[in-house]
């Protein structure tokens, strides 16, 4: 039997910071950078919110913008046109009703344009260091392999890993099997030979 407990402390011991590769700074920038980094990488994420940050630096500057501004400063990412048009009325909703901050409540993030529950729980986390879990593409895979889900859904996947990981340790925990996914258990070829879960692993879905 997989030997949960001994994997959580692992992922733990080898990424003990909890930390994302977005740059960020405040709640807002957090949210801003996830919108924009949905199939677009955090390298290129990162360099476009450089900019990006500078000339909207709140809420405020981005919903007095135009639509096609914003556009324009994201245009290097995909499905810009989209992403501008969410960034733009997230700005306005903020500004009306929040009065220009983000939200600290997973019902009123995802109420946003283009944010669903991860960005909302990866916002909550991050943004706000309250215990959550953002389950993306690596979180969903690693979780599978490892044999904690069963599920290829996310909202599973999250209930899940929540039964095995103690509440404090969830922000920790998530961030490191995204890191664990994204270059070592990766989704064509992972590199189960270097991997630190090699010997309790039962690598579901590889066998
Ligand atoms: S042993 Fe292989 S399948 Fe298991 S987590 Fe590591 S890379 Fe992924």
Not at 27 to 48: K, W
Not at 63 to 70: K, N, R
């Amino acid at each position: 039997m997989t030997n949960f407990k001994e994997i959580v402390e692992r992922v733990l011991s080898n990424y003990p910071k909890p930390k994302l590769e977005l740059d960020f700074k405040s709640p807002y920038e957090l949210l801003v950078g996830l919108v924009l980094s949905a199939r677009c990488r955090d390298s290129l994420t990162n360099r476009i919110t450089k900019d990006f940050f500078k000339k909207y630096p709140t809420p405020k500057e981005m919903s007095e913008a135009s639509t096609e501004d914003i556009n324009e400063m994201i245009a290097s990412c995909s499905m810009h046109n989209t992403k501008a048009k969410n960034l733009k009325k997230i700005a306005e909703i903020l500004c009306e009703k929040y009065s220009c901050e983000v939200p600290s409540s997973f019902e009123k993030l995802i109420a946003l344009p283009g944010v669903a529950d991860k960005t909302a729980n990866m916002v909550l986390s991050f943004g706000f260091g309250i215990p959550a879990i953002g389950v993306d593409t690596h979180v969903l895979r690693v979780a599978n392999r490892v044999g904690m889900s069963s599920s290829n859904k996310a909202k599973q996947v999250e209930e899940d890993i929540k039964k095995i990981c103690p509440k404090d340790k969830w922000i920790a925990f998530y961030s490191g099997l995204i890191l664990l996914g994204r270059y070592v258990c990766k989704a064509k070829s992972p590199m189960c030979g270097s991997c630190f879960l090699n010997d309790i692993c039962p690598k579901r879905g590889l066998k």
